[in-house]
């Protein structure tokens, strides 16, 4: 027994990930962003239900939230050529500066009086311009610093970090925003992010990606990899699709919270307490599921979360939506971990970077749409039943994906099968 003890911490999918000597000295770094970015999560709805006309608050909260992430589509093509050749480390922490000084000039235009809805929308989109670079950067420098067979373990340790940050995160902001004001847990956030660039400037060493990496190719060359590859275009459209049906959730929790159950911001951090508690675990497990096929997987949690979001949308009550809620988080924790893991054995280390940044673009445009499509669909139809809208709409996804791999399956030889699965369980 005091052998088999000895030996768990080693035999574990997530050692070679949290002993490495350069991962370990960024993952602190990753752990503190994350706690800002779980109570961001209340933060910016509740900042811009504070600062919008009453009437147009679905509306100010979806665009809010846009502007927190779409912006980075636009800046995966216009950086395209100044940031393709870079290192990981160098994306990720010019992702951090840049949504360190847009945030922390948030709660400074508030204590100068000049803080309005319009301005705020601003800042958080400036926030934004870097962000699909700066996740490029953090699963590209897994990639550059392990071995394939480590990738999924490793992109699970990032995913359980968020989880962790989502069960702490939410409910700190609420009791934060009660006390001080949902502005300054934004300034709180912006700090984070400092501390995480600072991490990325001393924790690696410099690197010369000038000489590993290629340089001057087209702003779009990522996409283009993606177009010309069958496997990663599916999945990038099935991720789009899913992304995209969760976006009105981000504007029909709220008001569901304030308008249905008549709750403050403290429930609607529990909510995301609960999903972040699942996906903590999810997170946990997505590492040992390498052996598991992982395109099959990734459609199973599509259908899998559409039925979790359900009781939400029935409006049942607390008592079964929030372990419901729970659950959702649960099945959507390894979902990111393992399609970066198809991206990772699919594309060479060289277009990583770009192909990763694209498919970030892509995924953060689908989750704004979505956003911005719940504004008026929670104004024409109400906070819950746009909520079981998007339910239905994801299990009918999940199962329209599943019939296209089926069909795809049986075109193919015996042969390519075995490769594919055995290429997924490396």
């Known amino acids: 027994m005091p052998s088999d003890t000895a030996r768990f911490p080693r035999s574990s999918p997530y050692w070679p990930v949290v002993s490495h000597p350069l991962l370990r000295r960024v993952l602190p770094g990753l752990a503190v962003s994350a706690l800002g970015d779980g109570m961001a999560v209340v933060a910016v709805t509740w900042l811009a239900i504070q600062l919008a006309p009453q009437d147009q608050r679905g509306t100010w909260i979806a665009i809010a939230v846009a502007a927190y992430a779409l912006p980075s589509a636009a800046g995966t093509v216009i950086f395209g050529r100044l940031l393709r050749g870079r290192s990981g480390a160098q994306l990720a922490g010019w992702d951090a500066i840049l949504r360190a000084t847009a945030l922390a000039a948030i709660p400074l235009a508030y204590l100068s009086g000049v803080l309005t809805i319009g301005l705020y929308v601003v800042l958080l989109a400036a926030s934004a311009l870097l962000h699909s670079w700066g ?47 949902a502005v300054w847990v934004i300034a709180i956030d912006a700090a984070t992010f400092a501390v995480l660039a600072l991490t990325y400037r ?96 990734t459609i199973g949690i599509v259908v899998g979360f559409g039925v979790a979001m359900l009781p939400l949308g029935l409006g049942a009550p607390v008592g079964l939506s929030l372990p419901a809620f729970a659950l959702a988080g649960l099945i959507w924790a390894p979902y990111m971990s393992m399609s970066m893991a198809l991206f990772q054995r699919s594309t060479s280390t060289a277009q990583l970077p770009a192909v990763l940044a694209a498919n970030g673009a892509v995924l953060v445009l689908a989750v704004p749409l979505g956003t911005m499509l719940g504004g008026p669909l929670v104004g024409v139809i109400g906070a819950r039943p746009t909520l079981l809208l998007c339910a239905v709409a994801i299990v009918a996804l999940g199962l329209i994906a599943g019939g296209f791999a089926i069909s795809r399956r049986s075109a193919r030889s015996p042969g390519d099968s075995a490769v594919t699965e055995i290429s997924a369980s490396r």
């Open 135 to 181: 996740s490029a950067g953090r699963f590209t420098l897994i990639a550059e610093l392990l071995p394939q067979r480590h990738h999924l373990p490793a992109n699970a340790v990032l995913t359980t970090i968020s989880g962790f940050a989502t069960i702490v995160g939410p409910p700190l902001a609420g009791i934060l925003i009660g006390w001080a004001g």
């Open 202 to 297: 001393l924790a690696l060493p410099a690197a010369d990606s000038a000489h590993r990496y290629e340089r001057g190719a087209s702003r779009t060359a990522g996409f283009a990899v993606i177009r010309h590859n069958p496997a990663l275009l599916g999945l990038l459209v099935l991720s789009f699709g899913f992304f995209f049906l969760v976006g009105p959730v981000y504007v029909a929790m709220p008001i569901h919270i304030t308008d249905d159950l008549h709750a403050s911001a403290t429930l609607l951090g529990i909510y995301y307490t609960a999903f972040g508690i699942g996906g903590l675990v999810g997170g946990v497990v997505a590492g040992h599921l390498r052996g598991w096929p992982l395109r099959t997987t």
